[in-house]
């Protein structure tokens, strides 16, 4: 008698400890102190600036490529002081910021900056720091921190350098977008769980759409899916991603998004935990099998359960370990026209 399991839901678990707490200041036309002239202050100033500040900068020394950056700021104006700092020039600012090559003159600094109750961040030492800066992805008004707590900022670059090439340059536009429609859509009416309906669908729609900028047909569609007048906003879909022999650095660029667009997952044992870490912690994630002699879902089982979750509206992706050289994900991963789901035949992409 053959003996079939049924799908396993799994948590993501509780948040873990922190290292620090990531937050995002606002400082569009608020004052920073920043003191020092060289290389280091340069590009803290470029990035206060770009954040929207006001900076003012104190140092009797002022590289020419600090000069450069304040004669054309990216956003923020840059006023150069050429002087010393002082403890008066911490009244009212919004943050201060030290370039010290000495304990003592970054432990002075921050004392004068806490005195006036200003959080204070000294370059390159962290005793002396209320917060730090990140590596930042930026796809403004989305943006991505990095930290290490200070342990290894050039890890923290090289994990930047690989969010850059997974995150699509149209992020910024969608992000753009929804800070455009939120007013529209506090306006429609709506009761907040159908708000953040809007939003679900809209995160969903942006991920798949990210090579084309929103248009206002975009919106149009959305919202009334919401209101019940028109089709699903996006059709259900399945696709299948090979994790080869398990090391998730295969998967390719494709089948990462994938992920990341997921609702739904479902996986085996031959399956590397470590390939669920690129989906999003929403997405449900079903165990429907395992390697050896205990019992696992038929395929029938699964293909029907998937074809049912599609028809659903859901994005279902199929992970599939094995002894694949190389990682792969199915083209659309669309239904046929039958109803059921494709199988890996289909279509197929080899790892680049």
């Given amino acids: 008698m053959t003996v079939h399991s049924v799908p396993i839901a799994t948590s993501s678990g509780r948040m873990k400890p922190l290292a620090r707490l990531p937050i995002f200041v606002a400082l569009d036309a608020r004052r920073a102190v920043l003191a020092g002239g060289g290389a280091a202050a340069a590009w803290k100033a470029e990035l206060l600036s770009a954040a929207g500040a006001r900076v003012e900068v104190y140092a009797e020394d002022v590289s020419d490529e600090l000069r450069a950056i304040a004669a054309d700021p990216s956003r923020g104006s ?33 004392q004068a900056a806490r005195a006036a109750g200003v959080p204070v961040n000294v370059i390159d030492k962290p005793a002396f720091c209320d917060f730090a800066f990140g590596a930042v992805v930026n796809r403004s008004p989305l943006v991505i921190g990095i930290s290490t707590d200070g342990a290894a900022p050039v890890f923290a670059q090289a994990i930047r350098a690989k969010l850059e090439t997974l995150l699509p340059k149209g992020f910024a536009v969608w992000a753009a977008a929804a800070q455009s429609w939120r007013s529209a859509v506090g306006a429609s009416g709506l009761t907040f769980a159908a708000r953040r309906r809007f939003w679900q669908l809209f995160a969903r729609h942006a991920v798949v759409h990210a090579e084309r900028e929103p248009v206002q047909a975009d919106f149009d569609r959305l919202l009334a899916e919401v209101r019940g007048g028109w089709p699903a906003a996006e059709e259900g879909a399945v696709t299948i991603v090979d994790v080869g022999p398990g090391d998730p650095d295969l998967l390719t660029l494709r089948a990462v998004r994938t992920l990341h667009a997921a609702d739904i997952i479902l996986f085996d044992d031959r399956v590397s935990r470590a390939a669920l870490d690129f989906a999003r912690r929403e997405a449900r994630k079903l165990l429907v099998g395992k390697a050896g002699f205990g019992p696992e879902c038929s ?45 890996s035949a289909d279509h197929s992409e080899a790892a680049a």
Avoid: C, Y
Avoid at 85 to 102: R, S
């Fill in 78 to 110: 840059i006023s150069l002081h050429a002087r010393a700092w002082t403890a008066q020039d911490m009244k009212g600012a919004a943050v201060a910021v030290g370039a010290f090559e000495e304990d003592a003159d970054a432990a002075a600094f921050a």
């Fill in 299 to 343: 395929e029938d089982d699964i293909d029907a359960l998937m074809a049912g979750l599609a028809r659903q509206g859901k994005r279902v992706v199929r992970l599939k370990g094995g002894d694949a050289a190389a990682a792969a994900v199915e083209g659309d991963g669309l239904l046929n026209s039958t109803g059921a789901p494709r199988s």
